[in-house]
């Protein structure tokens, strides 16, 4: 649309708004402001700790147990229903608080025109309509239609996923279908783009939710997360156990009436509550709340701001992390890493992001820091190189220490410094780009040579700057050289651009010229050519640019990359051989997509061309096309914020577990649509932290992979605890069952049971809930991917260890009662006993399911000591205590009832032992057989990479080694 027909409909002119008509229609468009999801307020946290399962067959008994006069149980049990609920509600609220202080402003502040005068107002006040006037560095506050530009280029990658700064126009663009996609839409500026070169003016069209960061906040805004797998299994644990509940008492209540040992109503009813608190694990609930609680502060010290718990379970079974390339993988930051001259010298360089401290490779293969570079050290040819990078620029680096964080200082007035120890004296110093940043990148390179611009600018005079154009892709700017008034014209460019201009090249010289150029290309660089021409005296700045720009002499080529970031390659390592495929989605082209992509171990050298894709293409398949792919593509360039969302359906059609990561607002809402929704906090927009369940606070890719090490980790703790709380429920509600049915009074009272369930339980499965990492917690071999909670072996343990226990308790409360001269209180003691110290044992069981309680390490399981010691220490005074012991219902045994105590807990642990001999035994027969069917071509295997599967023990073994060697010595590892 012309700009005449954007005023003409917004009611507006060139010079905006007047300050009545501005007012009427921020009343009506409301304020300029995305409304971001917010967060769950305290009462709905509350219903949604208190409303599941478990807690209502609680609240059950809690009813039942104030109907059948029991006032004592039911304190208790209401007591424990609300501490599971408020370990929940402070964790989850810690979190929203946590993620409200990464909340930023997007643009405080706009200068805009009133009446023909240019005022500042605060952003949120913009009215559609209004005017605004933007320059470098600023932030556009609202989609804008611009009609005036001065060499504008804007940063658009948040939107996008472009990391090449825009150039902007005020030409009009045909799109009657409003099919031109947002990135090529050239004459517009979009809210919470920020302005990286020139500056411009421009309509306001669209404010808040209308804008195109509001829609992508509003896309975001009501969506709702699935439960995930681990809340959903817990949900069908409970109703499961609902379901025995209401069996066992209903048998129960049959025992009673058959043996008419007690009426249904109350004594009925009462040791029906006993049987409702026996099969319901009541402190689950809250361990397994402690637990992620613990693992979320853990993860805290990495770096890692975990917004909601349910997400550490999905960690654990990630299967796919889909992850943006730029500021994700990569450091988001230019640098000039190659200098090739026409002379053939090829200069490197290294260092981090805009610093000009580093090292600098020689032609002749010496390594030198940048202070050791003095005049001698520059050549004729590479002076001229460097004073094009200098000159032909128009951004510049500032510096920033944590002490002065708004006191920005440019490269320049720090150049001194970095003859300190080269550059000991930066350590603590920030350098951002102010401006383009692939300029900024070339200022650095100038620095690191020591060539200064304040130098430069002081022998160079400008006289005209012909700016880049995506028409034409180059920059130039004519010089005159003060001591002599030497006119000079300085261009840079994409190098197709730049040659045809050159003077004439034979066959050879051009050819070496492309040819370093596709080898510095193929590393993944950014390749820009650099040239000059002579001009006479009598230039003058009216001359057309087609006829200056002709007849340049070709001086050399700079790279350019986005370097990734330290440990990505490693943490990518490690994903592999934990089973995990990782994804590139990013906006770049193609090939930088593929060479970053193959640096960092995304694709192997001879990738096959189905692992490679462009959006166009992808965006074309339909969801059955994409099922049709054996594997889907590891890298997607070019890719939309559609791609990204379709990328993770099609990954979820497949049973995937899905992580996407990214930062910009384009990334929301594929991020929000993941099992695992992660955002960096440095260079996240807020939309993407919206949208995100994790927060990465470093912005690294590693702490990614540390926080899937993490969740694996609670979620093989959770199993261990999960088996130690469901055998003390099948032990109790076997003994009081099966004690009923055959006639005899409950083993155990509902005091003995909620202690028993809270008390003694607890200690034991916190100390699970905080092992450490297993070694091979990261290898696929050992540790399978999307591996089930509920296993077969997982299950078999819980009913052996289960009717074991319950067995033994049983058969110590009839032998008490009939053979050893113990009353009903004494032999209850004994049953009681018998559980409680059986079960603190049951700890270490469970602390190595496949091995023996006394493997390595035995002794250091200081947490599993104390927890047995509380069991004891608890248990016994409970006997002697008279206000105790009346509660309990129970009376101290006599010295046989001891003894058969002893022999139970001997009787436990040799059977333990010879079971988990068994049991590996077993595992290994099946795993041999599976094995041999193998290799006989019976079983299909699985082919996650589209590779030829290892066959052989030594590439197992090899897999083995890469995952613990690379997270023994890696910062972020544990294991």
């Not at 092992?771 to 299950?795: D, H, Q, V």
């Not at 260890?801 to 009939?818: D, H, K, P, Q, R």
């Amino acid at each position: 649309m012309e700009v005449e027909e954007v005023l003409s409909k917004l009611g507006t002119t060139i010079n905006g708004l007047d300050a009545d008509d501005a007012a009427k229609r921020l009343e009506i468009s409301g304020p300029n402001v995305i409304q971001g999801k917010e967060g769950m307020p305290l009462w709905k946290l509350v219903l949604h700790q208190t409303l599941n399962v478990m807690n209502l067959v609680l609240t059950f008994a809690t009813v039942l147990a104030i109907i059948t006069v029991q006032y004592i149980d039911a304190g208790v049990i209401a007591v424990i229903i609300v501490i599971n609920a408020l370990i929940g509600i402070t964790q989850e609220w810690k979190s929203e608080k946590a993620m409200d202080s990464l909340k930023k402003m997007s643009a405080p502040n706009s200068k805009v025109l009133r009446n023909g005068t240019e005022i500042e107002i605060p952003s949120s006040q913009l009215v559609p309509g209004d005017v605004v006037a933007v320059a470098i560095g600023d932030r556009i506050p609202a989609d804008v239609r611009l009609f005036k530009t001065t060499a504008m280029e804007t940063d658009e990658a948040a939107l996008t996923g472009e990391s090449n700064p825009v150039e902007k126009k005020i030409k009009s663009i045909p799109d009657p279908e409003n099919k031109v996609p947002i990135g090529d839409r050239i004459n517009l500026g979009y809210m919470s783009t920020t302005v990286t070169k020139g500056k411009g003016k421009g309509i306001v069209i669209a404010t808040g939710q209308s804008t195109q960061l509001g829609k992508i906040a509003e896309s975001i805004k009501n969506a709702k997360k699935e439960k995930t797998p681990l809340q959903k299994k817990i949900d069908k644990l409970g109703l499961v156990l609902v379901i025995i509940s209401v069996l066992s008492i209903g048998l129960v209540l049959l025992g009673l009436w058959a043996h008419n040992t007690a009426e249904i109503y109350p004594e009925g009813l009462q040791v029906g509550v006993v049987v409702a608190v026996a099969l319901i694990p009541e402190g689950f609930t809250a361990i397994m709340t402690l637990t992620m609680t613990l693992g979320v502060k853990r993860m805290a010290k990495r770096n890692a701001l975990v917004r909601r718990l349910a997400a550490l379970e999905s960690l654990g079974n990630i299967t796919d992390i889909c992850s943006d390339k730029t500021g994700t993988l990569t450091q988001g930051k230019m640098v000039a890493t190659d200098l090739w001259l026409t002379t053939g010298d090829h200069y490197k360089f290294s260092g981090e992001g805009y610093s000009p401290t580093g090292k600098v490779t020689l032609p002749n293969g010496k390594e030198i820091s940048t202070s050791e570079l003095n005049e001698n050290s520059l050549t004729p040819e590479l002076r001229s190189v460097l004073e094009i990078c200098m000159l032909c620029n128009n951004s510049d680096v500032a510096t920033k220490t944590p002490e002065t964080p708004s006191a920005p200082r440019k490269v320049s007035d720090v150049q001194v410094e970095i003859q300190v120890e080269d550059g000991s004296e930066l350590k603590n110093l920030e350098y951002v780009a102010v401006g383009n940043y692939t300029e900024a990148a070339l200022l650095v390179l100038g620095t690191k040579m020591n060539v200064t611009r304040d130098e430069l600018s002081a022998k160079f005079q400008r006289i005209v700057e012909y700016p880049f154009d995506s028409s034409v892709k180059m920059m130039s700017v004519a010089v005159k050289r003060v001591e002599d008034d030497h006119v000079t014209l300085l261009t840079k460019g994409a190098i197709d651009r730049i040659l045809p201009l050159c003077q004439e090249l034979d066959h050879t010289e051009e050819h070496n010229i492309r040819e370093q150029s596709h080898q510095l290309a193929a590393q993944g660089l950014r390749v820009l050519a650099l040239a000059s021409r002579n001009l006479t005296p009598e230039f003058s700045e009216n001359v057309p640019r087609i006829e200056v720009e002709k007849d340049l002499v070709f001086l050399g080529m700079v790279g350019i990359k986005d370097p990734p970031k330290e440990g990505t390659t490693d943490a990518i390592r490690i994903c592999h051989a934990a089973g995990i495929e990782v994804h590139m989605v990013t906006g770049d082209h193609p090939k930088t997509a593929v060479a970053i992509a193959q640096q960092i171990g995304i694709l192997e050298k001879n990738f096959s061309e189905n692992s490679v894709t462009t959006s166009s293409e992808f965006d074309s398949l339909t969801p059955e096309d994409l099922l049709t792919y054996r594997v889907l593509p590891l890298v997607i360039a070019r890719c939309s914020p559609q791609s990204k969302v379709q990328m993770v359906e099609a990954l979820h059609a497949r049973g995937k577990v899905v992580a996407m990561t990214g930062d910009g607002v384009n990334d929301a809402p594929s991020i929000s649509c993941a099992d695992v929704g992660i955002s960096m906090a440095i260079s996240g927009s807020d939309a993407s932290k919206e949208a995100a369940d994790i927060i990465l606070l470093d912005d690294d890719f590693a702490t990614l992979v540390y926080a899937i090490q993490e969740g694996r980790r609670i979620f093989e703790n959770i199993r261990k605890f999960l088996v130690h709380f469901l055998t003390s429920n099948v032990a109790e509600g076997l003994a009081l069952v099966l004690g009923i049915l055959i006639g005899l009074p409950p083993p155990l009272g509902p005091i003995q049971i909620l202690w028993v369930n809270l008390i003694t339980t607890a200690p034991p499965s916190a100390a699970l809930g905080v092992e450490p990492a297993s070694r091979n917690i990261m290898n696929k071999e050992k540790r399978p991917i999307g591996e089930e909670l509920f296993t077969y072996s997982t299950l078999v343990d819980i009913a052996f260890y289960g009717l074991y226990m319950g067995t033994l308790v049983l058969v110590n409360f009839i032998i008490n009662m009939s053979y050893l001269g113990n009353n009903l209180e004494q032999s209850r003691a004994v049953a009681y006993l018998t559980l409680t110290l059986l079960l603190v044992l049951h700890g270490y069981n469970c602390r190595r399911l496949g091995g023996s309680m006394f493997t390595k390490g035995f002794l250091k399981a200081y947490g599993f000591h104390v927890s047995f010691l509380v069991g004891v220490a608890t248990s016994f005074p409970t006997l002697y205590i008279e206000p105790l012991r009346v509660l309990f219902a129970h009376a101290p045994p006599n010295a046989y009832g001891y003894t058969s105590l002893i022999v139970a807990i001997v009787c436990w642990i040799g059977v333990c032992e010879v079971y988990k001999v068994v049991r590996r035994s077993v595992r290994k027969l099946i795993k041999r057989r599976k094995l041999r069917e193998r290799r006989m071509g019976r079983i299909e295997i699985e082919d996650p990479y589209g590779l030829a599967p290892p066959r052989e023990s030594t590439d197992v073994l090899r897999m083995t080694r890469i995952s613990q060697d690379v997270t023994r010595h890696h910062p972020k590892f544990d294991v």
